[in-house]
């Protein structure tokens, strides 16, 4: 059974900065597509960032770009999200996604979801 695990998430500072984790089981994760998206109250869920599953490609939504990096290590089954130069619009339900040999900004494609992880950014 495949389950994804976020953490990392808590309340910081604006200009501040967290590091996510989604931690996978269940799976052969070298061979997932990984994502993050987020959800703020009253808002649709938004693609933030994804890794392919080599680690070679990475891409990013450009409210994010420059601030979040996305990295994994394949061989502990987890992804990171480095999350800097945090913002107040940036306080939403963090989750991680995965697919399998898929790429894309579509949360639709991807089979495999975490609980999430809150991220809240006070000004």
């Known amino acids: 059974q495949v389950q994804l695990v976020e953490s990392g998430g808590g309340l910081v500072q604006a200009g501040g900065s967290l590091r996510l984790s989604c931690a996978a089981s269940g799976v052969t994760f070298s061979r997932y597509t990984v994502a993050w998206f987020r959800q703020a109250p009253g808002k649709e869920r938004e693609f933030v960032a994804v890794?392919?599953?080599?680690?070679?490609?990475?891409a990013y939504a450009d409210s994010v770009k420059g601030r979040f990096t996305i990295s994994r290590d394949n061989a502990k089954n987890t992804v990171y999200f480095e999350m800097n130069s945090l913002k107040s619009e940036d306080t939403a339900l963090y989750y991680c996604?995965?697919?399998?040999?898929?790429?894309?900004?579509?949360?639709?494609?991807?089979?495999?979801w975490g609980q999430g992880t809150q991220v809240t950014v006070s000004s």
């Open positions: 890794i392919m599953w080599t680690g070679t490609i990475t």
């Open positions: 996604a995965a697919s399998y040999q898929r790429i894309s900004r579509e949360a639709t494609v991807y089979d495999y």
